[in-house]
């Protein structure tokens, strides 16, 4: 029997499982539906369904084999994850971990290095050359969460009820969210966001509306965007500076859909360019599916190249 390796990104819209050889060549991968809940009998059911059927897509067959060494990155962390993966999951190694430190890890194409994750929250996660890690951010959108696309669309909500209430600026951010949501008015507006309509990731979407009316030159909303931009660069200064010399070169890299908005995207570039001109930076290597499936191997004191990789793990 061959030496196989399994690396599992396990998140909110999706999971997927890659399987490697002794070599680094990806002999197999599978994708399934989320698996971010876990909690009740029905969640801990679609938990099993989605890890076990993805490596099961993978490897082919029903049962899966025994894994040199398998690293399972979540949506929300292991603390509730590790005992159900082990009872589907054999392995000699096996770590369950969570989804920064696979997107790290594939950004980095396994190197050390910082990343910076925006999605409807943040976090930055980093490991040092030394091996040590280190975060900054994560702390959930009632106390954090800084820079994330929720509390983008948080922050032009409040602009839009200033300016209706008349206290604030003008700005488009009123007219644009309420032609988004049919609401009447902002506040009719915050009020369907306390609603279970409206959850947290559904709130999130709107920060593309955000993106265009800063786009079509709204100095309340361009503030906004670049507020998050600091912010992000900030939690990715944070770690760079706990993990790496000051003058030593770093690999800083970024993921989530906020960094799809460019000019965002340029003010945190130029932000930690002009704090660290010597650093590395740009988009992530390789995917957190194959971040897992490096880490995987790193648990067996291998460190070999991907091959054969999913071209969306590239």
């Known amino acids: 029997m061959p030496r196989l390796f399994l690396g599992v990104d396990g998140g909110q819209s999706s999971t997927t499982a890659l399987i490697g050889d002794e070599s680094g060549r990806v002999v197999g991968f599978g ?17 099993l369904s989605a890890v076990g059927g993805c490596i099961a897509q993978s490897w082919g067959r029903s049962a899966p084999p025994t894994f040199e060494s398998a690293c399972l990155g979540f949506s929300g962390g292991p603390a509730d994850k590790d005992a159900l993966v082990r009872e589907i999951i054999h392995a000699e190694r096996l770590v369950v971990t969570d989804d920064a430190l ?22 930055a996660y980093g490991r040092g050359p030394n091996g040590v890690t280190a975060r900054a951010g994560g702390w959930g959108f009632v106390f954090g969460d800084e820079g994330g696309a929720f509390d983008i669309v948080r922050q032009a909500l409040r602009a839009a009820l200033r300016f ?3 206290w604030g600026p003008a700005t488009a951010l009123r007219a644009a969210l309420l032609d988004a949501t049919g609401a009447s008015d902002a506040n009719q507006l915050m009020h369907r966001f306390y609603t279970v309509d409206w959850p947290r990731s559904r ?13 079509d030159g709204d100095e309340p909303a361009r503030r906004i965007l670049d507020g998050a931009a600091q912010s992000l660069a900030s939690l990715a200064c944070a770690v760079r ?13 970024y993921i989530g859909g906020v960094f799809r908005c460019a ?12 704090a660290y001109p010597h650093d590395r930076f740009g988009p992530p290597e390789l995917g957190p599916a194959a971040g897992a499936l490096l880490e995987a191997y790193r648990l067996s004191g291998l ?7 999913p071209e969306f793990e590239k």
């Not at 997107?103 to 910082?114: F, K, N, S």
């Not at 706990?242 to 890299?253: I, Q």
């Open 203 to 215: 709130v999130a979407t709107l920060s593309k509306v955000v993106d265009k009316v800063a786009n």
């Open 263 to 274: 000019p965002l995207l340029d003010r945190f570039r130029s932000t930690l360019a002009a």
């Open 31 to 47: 994708r399934g539906g989320p698996c971010n809940h876990v909690g009740v009998a029905e969640g801990r059911a679609k938990f």
């Open 241 to 253: 500076d706990r993990l790496f010399e000051s003058t030593a070169p770093a690999r800083v890299s």
């Open 102 to 123: 696979i997107a790290l890890v594939g950004a980095c194409a396994g190197q050390p290095g910082v990343i910076a994750i925006a999605g409807t929250g943040s976090i």
């Open 164 to 166: 209706e209430e008349g």
């Open 303 to 309: 460190n070999p190249s991907l091959t054969n990789l």
